[in-house]
């Protein structure tokens, strides 16, 4: 159940809120029937699904539907054709055969969503952990989106694989980090009232849409298989 982890083990927070809107956007009407298939190559973004999808409760670091565990690409494709699937920070050395699973998964109709670390994200202190191949894509090394041009690549062969883009969001965007430091340069200069509008802004414009989606630290994509 989300909300049952300690404040110290959270993810980062846009990663938070990205899974908070995969659920949404994937949800069918009968919330009974959620069954999407998840690929997450980050154990503690895993935990973050398991909190959401509570029958997925074996460990590992990439899922399948709930109740399965898939350790492998090769297993993940026994998994059988599914309406919904999550794709959770694709990873430069093993997401061209990630895709080519949820290409094979996905039933024409169905919607894919994926949840990617992009540049900025390496450039945040707090986040150098990303940096780390070990300690963010176990060994794998970097995310596949935090490459200059990474999320493009993947739209492109996302198209490729018979999927077709319906919304691109950037969360934790370039202008509300801005805002959110000059808030507190403000704060510090004794000038809190100020601080709390850009706050405020900030909040507003936490997660951008289309081409501004670049300029942020995660991106949210959303596709669709393509009805041939």
């Known amino acids: 159940m989300t909300g049952t982890r300690p404040v110290a083990a959270l993810a980062p927070l846009e990663y938070?809120?990205?899974?908070?809107?995969?659920?949404?956007?994937?949800?069918?009407?009968?919330?009974?029937?959620?069954?999407?298939l998840v690929l997450c190559n980050v154990p503690a973004l895993a935990d973050e699904v398991r909190q959401r999808l509570p029958h997925a409760t074996a460990p590992g670091p990439l899922l399948a539907a709930p109740g399965r565990v898939a350790r492998s690409t090769e297993a993940a494709r026994g998994a059988g054709a599914v309406r919904a699937a999550l794709w959770i920070e694709p990873l430069a050395a093993t997401w061209e055969a990630d895709l080519k699973t949820l290409?094979?998964?996905?039933?024409?109709?169905?919607?894919?969503?994926?949840?990617?670390?992009q540049p900025l994200a390496l450039l945040l202190g707090a986040r150098s952990r990303r940096g780390n191949p070990r300690s963010w894509g176990q060994g794998a090394g970097l995310p596949a989106g935090a490459r200059?041009?990474?999320?493009?690549?993947?739209l492109r062969r996302l198209a490729s694989a018979g999927f077709r883009l319906e919304a691109r969001y950037g969360l934790h965007s370039a202008p509300a980090i801005a805002a959110n430091l000059l808030d507190r340069g403000l704060e510090r200069w004794g000038r809190p009232d100020l601080g709390d509008r850009l706050h405020f802004w900030?909040?507003?414009?936490y997660c951008v849409p289309g081409l501004m989606a670049g300029?942020?630290?995660v991106a949210l994509?959303?596709?669709?298989?393509?009805?041939r």
Do not use: C, E
Not at 16 to 36: C, I, N, V
Not at 103 to 117: C, E, K, N, T, W
Not at 202 to 205: D, M, S, T
Not at 221 to 227: F, L, M, R, S
């Open 103 to 117: 290409a094979g998964s996905v039933q024409p109709g169905g919607r894919l969503v994926v949840i990617a670390s």
């Open 148 to 154: 200059i041009g990474g999320i493009s690549v993947l």
């Open 202 to 205: 900030a909040r507003l414009h």
């Open 215 to 217: 300029m942020s630290t």
């Open 221 to 227: 994509v959303v596709a669709n298989k393509v009805v």
């Open 16 to 36: 938070r809120y990205g899974l908070d809107a995969a659920m949404s956007l994937l949800a069918p009407d009968d919330a009974s029937a959620f069954q999407p």
